[in-house]
């Protein structure tokens, strides 16, 4: 069955750099396109970022722009998130998800990143 | 960016209650509306699709429906399963964005 299991988040100061992970199972993966979302208590589920299935073309969302980057590794099945430059509003649990047409139907149980010092 | 209003926020509801969320968008999205149920602890899972169409093993007492700008998501009969928060989501146009959700509650 399908499976995203995501990993690296923790604890990191202002300003510090955080490499998330997604590893994916029991499909295809390189045929699909992929998501970070996060979400907080404060301000919901927020959209981050965006992955083609070729990872050629990638979108963000406006408060992460410049600071965030999405990649993949279809040999591995995986979907990575690297996070530089973090801010107190960047504390959140973290999922990736795949997209299919235009919803997202699988989701990964999440990983909790808090930027604190 | 394209905002997402949902009502009520939180809702009270009893086993076997009709429910009726709705969800708002600041502009017309075609059916470009997506629901999610999401239980504490747990990731969202898809429940609705363009507007109106129900996500493989979903019970078949929810129903989503709506066009351009409002939305509704209708559970039939409430079971104890269902208490949870929904979300709806637009995919019209990037940034993706999702309503504040409701929260439904036991009566």
């Known amino acids: 069955q399908v499976q995203l299991v995501e990993s690296g988040g923790g604890l990191v100061k202002p300003g510090g750099s955080l490499r998330l992970s997604c590893a994916a199972s029991g499909f295809t993966f390189s045929d699909y396109y992929m998501n970070w979302i996060r979400q907080t208590p404060g301000r919901g589920l927020e959209w981050v970022s965006y992955?083609?299935?070729?990872?050629?073309?990638?979108y963000y969302a406006d408060s992460v722009k410049g600071r965030f980057t999405i990649s993949r590794d279809n040999a591995k099945n995986s979907l990575f998130l690297q996070m530089n430059s973090l801010r107190a509003e960047d504390t959140a649990v973290y999922y990736c998800?795949?997209?299919?047409?235009?919803?997202?139907?699988?989701w990964g149980q999440g990983t909790l990143v808090t930027v604190s010092s | 960016d394209i905002q997402m209003t949902q009502s009520p926020s939180s809702l009270s509801a009893s086993v076997g209650d009709r429910v009726t969320i709705t969800c708002r968008a600041s502009?017309?999205?075609?059916?470009?509306l997506n629901w999610y149920q999401q239980k504490p602890g747990k990731a969202p899972k898809l429940l609705i699709y363009?507007?109106?169409s129900l996500q493989s093993g979903v019970p078949s007492r929810f129903s989503g429906s709506g066009s351009e700008t409002d939305f509704t998501l209708t559970i039939s009969s409430l079971q104890p399963e269902d208490f949870a928060t929904y979300y709806c989501q637009q995919s019209y146009s990037t940034p993706i964005t999702f309503g504040q959700g409701t929260r439904l509650e036991i009566k």
């Open positions: 992955i083609g299935s070729s990872g050629t073309t990638m």
């Open positions: 363009a507007a109106s």
């Open positions: 502009q017309s999205i075609s059916s470009y």
């Open positions: 998800a795949r997209n299919i047409v235009d919803y997202f139907d699988y």
